[in-house]
């Protein structure tokens, strides 16, 4: 490909309890490159190391070795004060928890995350209102979290998640506490992000079966990459 990619790991090292003797090394040397628009997953058993390279994408924790860009930023020259900033800006996350603000209404909770980054209240919330109408939610702007199903709480969290318009969309399990009927419609959103929006998207999960639905597969184990193919049902499902 020609143009540079978003997420770009060279020779990615993470060790925990450095110079200890239980000194433990969880990723051993990650290459990786992901490019504008792609939806790629990443799996692996538990214990792989699938999390703990989640946290360095995302910004969530630093490597011990290596380099990381994001969208051409070297992740190793910002500063420790500034990476919550790069964060908000370019990576959305969609938890398996939801992890929605419980006295706000689902308008608010997707409303806050520009006012942090210092949009107007009347032009957020505009801007709130055309995603949660984008995700389904137009009906149930005014809801609490604990006014919603499991389903309706994770589209409220997506478009959370791309409401500043992030680089990366990361989904970790984001269809792990749901059904498998809710999990298909969640899964749904995703690629109707991906193929109308243009969103790149990485997945973190354990199931093959949704891995099989993204354009590529990243296999970890025990700390490495064992391989890197397309989705075999990508094509398939796009009909």
Known sequence: MSQSPIIHLEKIIKRYF????NELEILHGIDLSIYPG?????????????STLMN????????????YILDEIKISKVKDQDISHIRCQKVGFIFQTFNLIGKMSALKNV?????????SKKESSKR?????TLVGMKDRMKHQPNELSGGQKQRVAIARAI????SLLLADEPTGALDSQTSRTIM????????????????????????????????LKD?????????????????
Do not use: C, W
Request: glycine share 12%; charged share 25%; hydrophobic share 35%.
């Open 18 to 21: 450095i110079g200890k003797p």
């Open 38 to 50: 792609e939806f790629v997953s990443i799996v692996g058993e538990s214990g792989s190391g699938k």
């Open 56 to 67: 360095i994408i995302g910004i969530l924790d630093r490597p011990t070795e290596g380099e």
């Open 111 to 119: 409303q806050l995350p520009m006012l942090y980054a210092g949009m």
């Open 128 to 132: 709130a209102k055309e995603l949660l």
């Open 163 to 166: 409401s500043n318009n992030p």
């Open 188 to 219: 749904d959103l995703f690629h109707k992000l991906h193929q109308e929006q243009g969103i790149t998207i990485v997945l973190i999960t354990h199931s093959q079966e949704l891995a099989k639905e993204t354009d590529r597969i990243i296999t």
């Open 223 to 239: 700390g490495k990459i064992i391989s890197d193919r397309k989705g075999k049902e990508y094509y398939e499902y796009l009909g």
